[in-house]
């Protein structure tokens, strides 16, 4: 560093310890135990949303997908076959109920698209799902998955919300699981506001500065991309 960048960053460092922090209405924090959602828009949503828009093209053929059809009916496209799993026996939209964990679940290689987000953190050995989804992927497929990274623990699901993950953690699990037979791709997601804000309990319209700010060091969401080889 300069000597004269040097200098002004000592002194930067020396007075802002000085200037308060002003809390304002996050001393009455959590705002909603719910992710905002009785708030407005649930801030993580924007970018899960935009990490799936991203690859819209790969939404098509035989779709796998948790809970709903959300995903395949926003981006979906030529759909032949569109599952939903779910370890919940009282999920209507399933047409596979069962719990991701066991054994033989899938069939190999028999989905050319999974969307998987938000769901890995509920799993003991997420890595062995992920291994287990990826199996169920044929050649050629796309694999669309999003993780929590600086979160809160799930009310609703406190008992099973087990992890929280980081972009160098996930880039480790897909490299042991896909190197040599897929081409992968991890991007972080979330800004000091946006994580603090989601964290909170507040919701997307009462954060709007939380739009373009990016920080890689506060990561509220982490999307995985993995497209398996063909030749595979
Ligand atoms: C928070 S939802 C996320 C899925 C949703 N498609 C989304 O938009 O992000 C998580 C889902 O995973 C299901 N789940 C939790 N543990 C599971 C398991 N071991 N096997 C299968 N599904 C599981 C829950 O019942 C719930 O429907």
């Not at 929590?148 to 897909?174: C, N, T, Y």
């Not at 991007?187 to 939380?210: D, M, N, Q, V, Y």
Request: charge should be neutral; include cysteine.
């Amino acid at each position: 560093m300069q000597k004269s960048k040097l200098l002004l960053f000592r002194i930067y460092t020396r007075l802002i310890r000085y200037i308060p922090i002003r809390w304002g209405s996050f001393k009455r924090a959590p705002f909603s135990t719910r992710y905002g959602r009785d708030r407005g828009t649930v801030i993580d949503r924007g970018y899960i949303e935009s990490f799936v828009h991203s690859h819209a093209d790969a939404v098509t053929g035989r779709l796998l997908e948790i809970r709903d059809r959300d995903w395949s009916k926003r981006y979906g496209h030529d759909i032949v076959l569109s599952d939903v799993l779910d370890i919940d026996p009282s999920n209507v939209n399933a047409t596979i109920i069962a719990d991701l964990q066991d054994d033989d679940v899938l069939k190999p290689e028999s989905y050319d698209c999974i969307i998987c987000t938000q769901t890995l953190q509920y799993m003991a050995d997420p890595k062995h799902v992920l291994g287990a989804l990826f199996t169920a992927l044929a050649p050629g497929g796309t694999m669309l998955v999003t993780v929590p990274g600086l979160q809160q623990i799930d009310h609703h699901l406190k008992d099973i919300d087990r992890w929280r993950f980081l972009p160098a953690g996930v880039e480790s699990m897909a490299k042991e699981i896909c190197s040599g037979v897929a081409t992968f791709r991890v991007k972080s997601f979330g800004s000091t506001i946006a994580t603090l804000g989601f964290i909170a309990g507040a919701c997307k319209e009462e954060l709007p500065e939380a739009k373009h700010a990016y920080d890689p060091f506060r990561p509220l969401i982490i999307g995985l991309e993995i497209r398996k080889w063909t030749d595979s």
